[in-house]
T-cell receptor, first 119, second 117 residues
């Protein structure tokens, strides 16, 4: 299994530009998570999807951020326009949510992350 | 609501010494607890998790953790540190009930482990 795939691994852009981060979850997984990691704030959950439907986007910083999951094998996180304070490592993770008696026990598998630098 | 506190953002030990990383949680419902490890320039990977049953949980690379409900703790230990254990360690908790927090993990701020030769 290839694991969670993220692209690009590194992105350097200028303030005001649009940035799109991509994620391919592990095949068969039905939950997908986007996290942001910074020194100041640690690991923050931005949004997560279950069966391609956004469940909780309360962590999305503001309207400049948007996320989509058009199908079970692909998700994007878009920042438009980008700002220097958006510089961080963005992780995508996926899990198999079995629900029922096993609810909440699911292991999340993380991708290698995208290091975003906004100048 | 759930939350996690990791005591000590940095821990240093000598190779061969005991590793103890502390984690306390707050949860209004029975928790599921996790330890993840992050090596430099990599994503997080699961070390171990507690769901139900035995409160002493064994994970990969010789790590283990004990769920103590009375102390609301889930400390991570390893009897003998190895240089390869140097990494950042994250404790996390998730809710054991349904609702809008379906599948959501709440992470601590992390503890950076340094192992000296």
């Amino acid at each position: 299994d290839a694991g969670v795939i993220q692209s690009p691994r590194h992105e350097v852009t200028e303030m005001g530009q649009e940035v799109t981060l991509r994620c391919k979850p592990i095949s068969g997984h039905n939950s997908l998570f986007w996290y942001r990691q910074t020194m100041m704030r640690g690991l923050e959950l931005l949004i997560y999807f279950n069966n391609n439907v956004p469940i909780d986007d309360s962590g999305m910083p503001e309207d400049r951020f948007s996320a989509k999951m058009p199908n079970a094998s692909f998700s994007t996180l878009k920042i438009q326009p980008s700002e220097p304070r958006d510089s961080a490592v963005y992780f995508c993770a996926s899990s198999l949510n079995r629900g029922g008696a096993r609810f909440g026990t699911d292991t999340q598998y993380f991708g290698p992350g995208t290091r975003l630098t906004v100048l | 609501a759930q939350s996690v506190t990791q005591l000590g953002s940095h821990v240093s030990v000598s190779e061969g010494a005991l590793v103890l990383l502390r984690c306390n949680y707050s949860s209004s419902v029975p928790p599921y607890l996790f330890w993840y490890v992050q090596y430099p320039n990599q994503g997080l990977q699961l070390l171990l998790k507690y769901t139900t049953g035995a409160t002493l949980v064994k994970g990969i690379n010789g790590f283990e953790a004990e769920f103590k409900k009375s102390e609301t703790s889930f400390h991570l230990t390893k009897p003998s540190a190895h240089m390869s254990d140097a990494a950042e360690y994250f404790c996390a908790v998730t809710a054991a009930d349904r609702g809008s927090t379906l599948g959501r993990l709440y992470f601590g701020r992390g503890t950076q482990l340094t192992v000296w030769p």
